[in-house]
């Protein structure tokens, strides 16, 4: 009988032991993701979640078009900040956070744009994977327009738009606000922008090579919405 108990403790250690999760961040976007320093609204919230259904969590940063391809060799278990229109055959989560997409450009070019088809009178600079992401109208829009550029680099943008060298970026607010403080000795942030709120907000989601581990995700998700960890998670990150 002993040795009967010893098998039974050697499969529950086994049992107890995480299964790795290769997981797949986009580069440095402040508040959300700060590459390399395991924290950010939306790195902690993913992250919680995946240990949250007994992953051991091992993640790798990368522009999002390599993330996207990096999922399909098998490189990757996951990767966040996608959702189902990226394109990618997936199993995708829960939506986890929204993100709240404008056009911004500088004021003192008054421009006139009204709906998302205006953009293409304009040089548009947007995140990678935008023109997926964003609905089908702004793919449309993306594609006939010769002057739409993505930029793997968050930060690209900021200078971009403020030394006038774009004419429009598609961002975040608060991924902007942020990384103006890494750019102000560059160009000047203190410029006034129009804010053009052509999108609703932005849902996002963990897309995943194997469904059982979606599903686990899922129930991780769920289990940080209602023990109060996402809560705290998003009030550490209010001030932005």
Same mark, same amino acid.
């Given at each position: 009988?002993?040795?009967?108990?010893?098998?039974?403790?050697?499969?529950?250690?086994?049992?107890?032991?995480?299964?790795?999760?290769?997981?797949?961040?986009?580069?440095?976007?402040?508040?959300?993701?700060?590459?390399?320093?395991?924290?950010?609204?939306?790195?902690?919230?993913?992250?919680?979640?995946?240990?949250?259904?007994?992953?051991? +969590?091992? &993640?790798?940063? *990368?522009? $999002?078009?390599? @993330?996207?391809?990096?999922? /399909?060799?098998?490189?990757?278990?996951?990767?966040?900040?996608?959702?189902?229109?990226?394109?990618?055959?997936?199993?995708?989560?829960?939506?986890?956070?929204?993100?709240?997409?404008?056009?911004?450009?500088?004021?003192?070019?008054?421009?006139?744009?009204?709906?998302?088809?205006?953009?293409?009178?304009?040089?548009?600079?947007?995140?990678?994977?935008?023109?997926?992401?964003?609905?089908?109208?702004?793919?449309?829009?993306?594609?006939?327009?010769?002057?739409?550029?993505?930029?793997?680099?968050?930060?690209?943008?900021?200078?971009?738009?403020?030394?006038?060298? +774009?004419? &429009?970026?598609? *961002?975040? $607010?608060?991924? @902007?606000?942020?990384?103006? /403080?890494?750019?102000?000795?560059?160009?000047?942030?203190?410029?006034?922008?129009?804010?053009?709120?052509?999108?609703?907000?932005?849902?996002?989601?963990?897309?995943?090579?194997?469904?059982?581990?979606?599903?686990?995700?899922?129930?991780?998700?769920?289990?940080?919405?209602?023990?109060?960890?996402?809560?705290?998670?998003?009030?550490?990150?209010?001030?932005?």
């Amino acid at each position: 009988m002993r040795w009967l108990w010893g098998v039974g403790l050697f499969w529950l250690s086994l049992l107890a032991v995480a299964e790795p999760l290769r997981l797949g961040f986009g580069t440095h976007k402040p508040p959300y993701v700060f590459e390399g320093e395991a924290r950010g609204l939306e790195y902690e919230i993913v992250v919680q979640a995946a240990q949250q259904a007994g992953f051991a +969590v091992r &993640v790798q940063y *990368a522009p $999002m078009e390599r @993330l996207h391809l990096m999922l /399909r060799r098998g490189e990757l278990d996951a990767i966040a900040t996608t959702n189902e229109r990226s394109g990618v055959t997936a199993f995708y989560s829960e939506p986890y956070i929204l993100y709240r997409n404008v056009a911004l450009a500088l004021r003192a070019r008054h421009y006139r744009i009204e709906r998302i088809a205006d953009l293409g009178r304009y040089s548009v600079s947007a995140f990678q994977r935008a023109r997926f992401l964003l609905g089908s109208e702004f793919q449309r829009m993306a594609e006939a327009n010769p002057r739409y550029r993505e930029e793997a680099q968050q930060i690209a943008r900021n200078r971009l738009l403020y030394s006038g060298r +774009v004419d &429009v970026v598609v *961002a975040d $607010m608060r991924i @902007l606000r942020y990384l103006n /403080r890494e750019v102000y000795d560059q160009v000047d942030v203190g410029q006034p922008l129009a804010e053009y709120p052509l999108f609703p907000p932005t849902p996002y989601q963990v897309g995943f090579r194997q469904q059982a581990q979606r599903d686990r995700f899922d129930s991780g998700l769920a289990a940080i919405r209602a023990n109060g960890e996402y809560r705290a998670i998003e009030r550490k990150y209010a001030m932005y």
